[in-house]
């Protein structure tokens, strides 16, 4: 047993009694209504996933399949500056819960088999109070801004996030993030920001992210860290020095990261950010429009260089079912097969999908990558959505790192390449992130706290979803418990939906 803390394994008896914890011991005497025998197995708290996008789904699919086949108790969602809640009820096109009250009700009563704590997202915050288009905010709306962000924090959001690489929360300026953030400090809640830039530009990316946290004195959480783009490998450590000197100076910097060289994003963010203000139909017809459209495509064939070419380009979902056979498709290669120019092929599946195409970015370093899920400071957050190998939740031709982060780290680089010990990583996945947005009774196997447990085979476990073919649950997750209700045993769902929303506390 791991208790989630980075201790050792210890071997121990696990009792729970409702939705708790009610021993642990060496033997506990007697018998109990469902018993698993977990001898040679792992058991640890459930994997908290620190930054997810799995609510997508979950009103569609409340099963959450890909998750709970990962050993997924928790999803950490509203990341990227974007939220299902802002505190305040948006325009037709975007109906859903305004307060994060109602978004908790709302996620009780749908029971998913995961729990579910989210961040209030900043470019959501903006889009009801500014809009679409790119301008600064004026005092009047930073304060109503703020206080949205204050009110979600009152009634349990566990962090704010910002998308700066999205619009329009990337119209956000340094100042603006400051204000919004301010909100954080008192209750030490993080600051979880996709930043502004993730490759040229990362380190001033790093520092406007380190200078956000300082001005309002909140954590700091990095999304995702990366080092995007073979030229821009060499500044991992440089990130790491100024994450450290941050550090130093008394601020409190983490970050987490999916264990993949790929990352997903929609394919408008190949586009310059100045290209896509105002919204998609301002964007499409900003690519037809004689005084830009040469800058537009020349920023574009720049980005897409930079991460080594459209064949690093992989189309992971499209709107349009006329589109289907893009799914999957590196765009280098399928745009000769039909004959096309890349960036002609690309700009006429935006135009057919209203601009909702997602894409699949291979860019990344093996070696940063290792080195960044092995730093003490990281932690494992799949990015990911929420699938099924059938029904609904089977969509599109997604990264993989929606059905195997999990597993994936603890069969690679826990027992391959032996970069972090499985405590080191289970304690990633467990109580690390609980404390970061403060999940004080989860995320740890103790007396008393929720009975969110994982069991598995950690001589087998192993991830199988790939990029050509994602729609694969892992092997080796053997039990998982949710609330004290059995979800995942010896490859069988259990039909109890034990899922619950999570407010920081
Ligand atoms: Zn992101």
């Known amino acids: 047993m791991y ?64 998750l709970v086949r ?23 096109d975007e109906p859903g819960p305004a307060s994060f009250t109602e978004l908790f009700k709302s996620i009780d009563e749908l029971r998913p088999a995961v729990n579910v704590a989210s961040m209030i997202g900043l470019g959501s915050v903006r889009s009801t109070v500014v809009g679409a288009n790119n301008r600064p905010a004026t005092s009047a709306e930073i304060a109503r801004m703020a206080s949205l962000v204050e009110r979600a924090l009152n009634e349990g959001a566990c962090g704010a996030s910002s998308g700066l690489e999205y619009t329009p929360g990337g119209f956000a300026s340094q100042d603006e993030l400051i204000a919004l953030c301010k909100p954080l400090a008192a209750r030490r809640l993080p600051y979880a920001t996709h930043m502004r830039n993730e490759d040229d530009r990362l380190l001033d990316s790093i520092d406007e992210s380190i200078a956000v946290a300082r001005g309002a004195r909140c954590p700091l959480q990095i999304s995702h860290l990366k080092t995007q783009g073979p030229r821009n490998w060499s500044k991992l450590d440089t990130v790491f020095a100024r994450i450290d000197a941050a550090r130093k100076e008394g601020l409190d910097v983490a970050f987490d990261r999916y264990p993949y060289i790929a990352y997903q994003t929609g394919l408008t963010n190949l586009f310059p950010i100045w290209s896509r203000d105002g919204g998609t139909p301002a964007f499409l017809a900003r690519l037809d429009s004689a005084g830009v459209s040469d800058r537009i ?21 499209v709107r349009s079912d006329e589109d289907r056979g893009v799914e999957g498709q590196r765009l280098g290669r399928y745009a000769q097969s039909v004959s096309r120019d890349p960036y002609e092929l690309t700009v006429a599946l935006l135009k057919r999908n209203r601009g909702s195409v997602n894409m699949v970015g291979f ?41 195997g982060t999990f597993p994936r780290v603890l069969a690679k680089y826990v027992r391959e390449r032996k970069a972090l010990t499985l405590a080191q990583a289970i304690n990633k996945m467990s109580a690390l992130p609980a404390s970061r947005v403060h999940l004080r009774d989860r995320g740890r196997l103790v007396e008393g706290l929720a009975a969110d447990v994982v069991v598995f085979d950690p001589a087998r476990v192993t991830d199988r979803a790939t990029f050509d073919e994602p729609f694969q649950y892992p092997d080796g997750i053997a039990v998982v ?4 209700a059995i ?9 109890r939906r034990a899922g619950r929303s999570l407010r920081a506390n």
């Open 70 to 92: 990962q050993g997924i108790t928790t999803i950490v969602v509203g990341q990227d500056g974007s939220s299902r809640a802002t505190g305040e009820a948006r325009g037709g």
């Open 363 to 403: 860019a990344m370093s093996e070696a940063n990558l290792e080195r960044i899920l092995a730093h003490p400071l990281g932690m494992v957050c799949s990015d990911g959505g929420s699938f099924a190998i059938e029904g609904t939740a089977r969509r599109g031709h997604p990264h993989p790192r929606g059905l």
């Open 487 to 495: 979800q995942l045993r010896e490859g069988q769902r259990s039909d």
């Open 481 to 484: 418990v949710l609330n004290g």
């Open 297 to 317: 495509k020349a920023e574009t064939l720049a980005k897409v260089e930079l991460i080594g070419g459209w064949d690093n380009v992989q189309v992971s979902g």
């Open 3 to 66: 208790d989630g803390t980075g201790a050792p394994g210890i071997e121990a008896d696990v009792a729970v009694t409702g939705a708790r914890i009610a021993r642990i011991a060496r033997n506990i005497a007697g018998r109990a209504t469902e018993e698993v025998d977990a001898r040679g197995m792992a058991l640890a708290p459930g994997f908290i996933d620190i930054h997810s996008h799995g609510d997508g789904s979950l009103d569609a699919d409340p099963r959450a399949e890909s």
